[in-house]
């Protein structure tokens, strides 16, 4: 599975984004989605998460702000971003990992997209 990530960007505190992650491969639906984010001198987090049938995951420092989707019919999964802070700068990460569960453990997770950045102004 290769994995692309896009969608991010600079924004204004308060503003919002989505991210766009584009799978490769014809089993798509087989995945566990999850999003990840490390910000500059910071441990990778987990940020949200979703299963095969849209059941999803996420974190608590995101909650209310961020949701997580996906679409398996076009192999994408996505993460709206809304309210954002500057706290929420980071590289944001999509990954895969085999199976139907979703787990907020990055090694967990066996493919890896190449990350995009989202950077949050105050």
């Known amino acids: 599975v290769q994995l692309q990530a896009s969608g991010g960007g600079l924004v204004q505190a308060g503003g919002s984004l989505r991210l766009s992650c584009a799978a490769s491969g014809r089993t798509f639906s087989s995945y566990a989605m999850g999003w990840f984010r490390q910000a500059p001198g910071k441990e990778r987090e987990f940020v949200a998460g979703?299963?095969?049938?849209?059941?999803?995951s996420t974190a608590d420092s995101v909650k209310g702000r961020f949701t997580i989707s996906r679409d398996n019919a076009k192999n994408t999964v996505s993460l709206q971003m809304n309210s954002l802070k500057p706290e929420d700068t980071a590289v944001y990460y999509c990954?895969?990992?085999?199976?139907?569960?979703?787990?907020?453990?990055?090694?967990?997770?066996?493919?890896w997209g190449q990350g995009t950045l989202v950077t949050v102004s105050s």
């Open positions: 979703i299963d095969w049938s849209g059941g999803s």
């Open positions: 990954a895969a990992r085999r199976g139907t569960t979703v787990y907020t453990i990055g090694v967990s997770y066996d493919y």
